[in-house]
């Protein structure tokens, strides 16, 4: 059982369009992150969303963290070529003995063609 | 600054052979994961670190296994390689806060 499903699984898409990748989960969790994965490498952190509500920015990338801490989504404005990749979202949660612990969702594999 | 590095790059293995997977960092970071990477299935976690001297066990620890004598290196040990162990390997640090991961290039690994 995935505990964060991200949705979806593929995107292909034409330079210029907007997009919006979601992931949800039934748990709540103290922190979510959003990675971005090049072929042949490790993922690389986008941001860190801690707070109900939260927004942030990073250029024509929005993410949002829902109100309950349960689900977030990552909204690409006028989407190009650069932004290919591998989307990843990944969840923290302090319960029990996992603190420390992060569990990722499988991922949205984004194309934007030129 | 190094970051995470990881060894070998890419390793090929028959079936019932052992291996270990290096990955050390310099960052001083007492968090210390390693990951398995399958087509379609984001990362699990096979086992992870909060500290030298202390490890527990993932989502998937079967056929592994982990060691943290230092707060830089966090080896991962494959026994009796099995086909089903064939997959990119990623070794990954944290600081306690805030709570940004970084990730190692990956190894490749192939068990045939």
């Known amino acids: 059982t995935q505990l964060l499903e991200q949705s979806p699984q593929f995107l292909s898409i034409q330079e210029g369009e907007n997009l919006t990748v979601y992931c949800n989960s039934s748990?709540?969790?103290?922190?979510l992150q959003w990675y971005r994965q090049e072929p042949g490498e490790g993922p690389v952190l986008l941001v860190t969303v801690v707070t109900g509500g939260e927004v942030k920015k990073l250029k024509r990338l929005t993410f949002q963290f829902g109100d309950a801490r349960k689900d977030s989504s990552l909204h690409i404005t006028a989407a190009q070529p650069g932004d290919t990749g591998l989307y990843l979202c990944?969840?923290?949660?302090?319960?029990?003995?996992?603190?420390?612990?992060?569990?990722f969702g499988r991922g949205t594999q984004l194309t934007v063609w030129p | 600054n190094a970051g995470v590095t990881q060894t070998p790059k890419f390793r090929i293995l028959k079936i019932g052979q052992s291996m270990t997977l290096q990955c050390t960092q310099d960052?001083?970071?007492?968090?210390m994961y390693w990951y398995r990477q399958d087509p379609g299935m984001g990362l699990k976690l096979i086992y992870y670190s909060v500290g030298a001297g202390i490890t527990d066990k993932g989502e998937v620890p079967n056929g592994y296994n982990v060691s943290r004598s230092t707060t830089e290196d966090f080896p991962l040990r494959l026994e009796l390689a099995a086909p089903s162990q064939t997959s990119v390997y990623f070794c990954a640090s944290r600081q306690d806060s805030p709570y940004e991961q970084y990730f190692g290039p990956g190894t490749r690994l192939t068990v045939t």
């Open positions: 990944a969840g923290e949660t302090h319960r029990g003995s996992t603190l420390g612990r992060l569990y």
């Open positions: 960052m001083n970071h007492n968090y």
């Open positions: 748990s709540v969790f103290s922190s």
